[in-house]
């Protein structure tokens, strides 16, 4: 059976470390969304997302070719994020995506909760804050603000009230990233 995979988490949680680990060991074809937002200095286009301007979303829209789409009034500007119908093929086989609590929601009206399965990462506040900043300082351009603007936005968006909402019930300790990418993937084995 075809599963969409969706990680999620608040920022600095380990999602992206995750889900690299995830498509070593695992082998599922990612699911690659589009975003406006620039570039950071370890990101390339096609891998982590493609990176578009306002041309190519407003393409994107014209041609009805999103499922989802969101934008954050950042510190740096307006950044959107958005899932084309085209990165997701049932028949291409099962796939491993990385995404908000709201675009969770809106792929799993799409194409159903049995299809979409939500993984959810949690990581206590103290330390994500101490791995924002550090992932922050190691940019060219460090935007502090940004960073505080996503970390307090995150405690609404990833509310205890919103994951239940949205049906979250297991969840995944990021306390140790070894464990947690063995429990992740002992899980995901076995739904395939």
């Known amino acids: 059976m075809y599963h969409l995979f969706y990680l999620m988490g608040k920022s600095a949680s380990g999602k992206d470390t995750i889900y690299r680990e995830l498509q070593r060991r695992l082998?599922?074809?990612?699911?690659?969304?589009?975003?406006?937002?620039?570039?950071?200095?370890?990101e390339q286009d096609g891998r982590e997302y493609?990176?578009?301007?306002?041309?190519?979303?407003?393409d994107?829209?014209?041609s009805n070719s999103l499922i989802e789409e969101r934008t954050y009034h950042t510190k740096e500007g307006d950044w959107t994020y958005c899932t084309a119908k085209n990165a997701v093929d049932p028949a291409a086989g099962s796939c491993l995506g990385i995404?908000?609590?709201e675009s969770y929601r809106k792929l799993r009206a799409c194409f159903g909760a049995?299809?979409?399965?939500?993984?959810?990462?949690?990581?206590?506040?103290?330390i994500r804050l101490q791995r924002a900043l550090d992932r922050e300082r190691a940019q060219s351009e460090?935007?502090?603000a940004e960073m505080c603007r996503r970390?307090?936005?995150?405690?609404?968006?990833?509310?205890?009230a919103q994951l239940q909402s949205a049906g979250i019930v297991r969840r995944f300790q990021n306390l140790s990233l070894e464990a947690?990418?063995?429990?992740?993937?002992?899980?995901?084995?076995?739904?395939?």
């Open 27 to 42: 082998a599922l074809r990612p699911l690659i969304l589009h975003t406006t937002r620039p570039r950071r200095a370890d």
């Open 50 to 58: 493609y990176f578009i301007g306002q041309k190519e979303l407003e």
């Open 60 to 62: 994107l829209r014209r």
């Open 99 to 101: 995404g908000t609590l």
């Open 114 to 126: 049995e299809t979409v399965i939500p993984l959810y990462i949690e990581v206590e506040d103290g």
């Open 142 to 144: 460090p935007k502090y």
């Open 151 to 160: 970390f307090l936005t995150d405690t609404e968006d990833f509310s205890e």
């Open 180 to 192: 947690c990418i063995a429990e992740l993937e002992t899980y995901i084995r076995g739904m395939l």
